[in-house]
């Protein structure tokens, strides 16, 4: 079954403990991406990769870090997380075409990350 | 940075027809127009995606006027199961990759 697979669904941490949230998608797809979601701000795009190798910022990058080594697998990394990034992480992917803008394909989004930092 | 406005919430009623809009003034003469559903603790899931005029699948039709500052997702005879945040997105204008959503609109359907 084609799906973008992220772990843990829950996660409960204290201050500065680095974790990692794992998101991987088996559906070849080049582009890759995190979100972050919270009430009444909708969905933020914190980091997004084009390809292997290749990483950019999104709007609230701040406090993350990702890396992609793997085309199929877009790990995000809190070196100290903070409570204001307690939050629902959403992983998406799509199929992207190299250079070509790959956002006129439709995003495929796992079932989250719920993170609590106390 | 093109950014989407869209009503924060609607009700309607079982066997109602439902057109949610958005605003996109910025948008690129390259980008397409694409609504996403949302229910409680999942993510996103596509529904449909335009770019000018109508298009129409098994559960929704899209609107984009001529000028493509808008478009409206309609979605014809709501259940209740359809009661979602219903989210527009389009690509933005500076060349990157982001894809920027909006704070969507959340939709309850009233038996």
């Known amino acids: 079954e084609a799906q973008v697979t992220q772990n843990p669904r829950y996660l409960i941490t204290v201050t500065g403990k680095k974790l990692t949230v794992t998101c991987s998608q088996n559906?070849?797809?080049?582009?890759m991406s995190w979100y972050r979601q919270d009430p009444g701000l909708g969905l933020r795009q914190i980091y997004y990769s084009m390809n292997v190798e290749v990483t950019d910022k999104g709007d609230v990058p701040e406090g993350y870090k990702v890396s992609r080594k793997e085309k199929r697998n877009f790990p995000l990394i809190l070196e100290s997380p903070s409570p204001n990034q307690t939050s629902l992480y959403f992983c998406a992917s799509s199929p992207g075409q190299g250079k070509v803008r790959s956002y006129n394909s439709p995003l495929h989004f796992g079932n989250g990350t719920r993170l609590t930092v106390t | 940075l093109a950014k989407t406005t869209q009503p924060i919430s609607m009700d309607s009623y079982e066997g109602q027809e439902v057109n949610i809009t958005c605003s996109h003034n910025?948008?690129?003469?390259?980008?397409?127009i694409t609504w996403y559903q949302q229910f409680p603790s999942q993510g996103p899931r596509f529904i449909i995606q335009?770019?000018?005029t109508k298009v129409t699948n098994e559960v929704a039709s899209l609107f984009i006027p001529a000028d493509r500052k808008s478009s409206t997702l309609s979605l014809p005879r709501v259940s209740l199961s359809d009661t979602a945040v219903y989210y527009c997105?389009?690509?933005?204008?500076?060349?990157?990759?982001?894809?920027?959503f909006g704070t969507g609109t959340r939709l309850k359907v009233l038996a």
């Open positions: 997105l389009v690509g933005d204008i500076s060349g990157t990759y982001k894809y920027i």
């Open positions: 335009g770019y000018k």
């Open positions: 559906m070849n797809h080049e582009y």
């Open positions: 910025n948008i690129a003469t390259n980008d397409y």
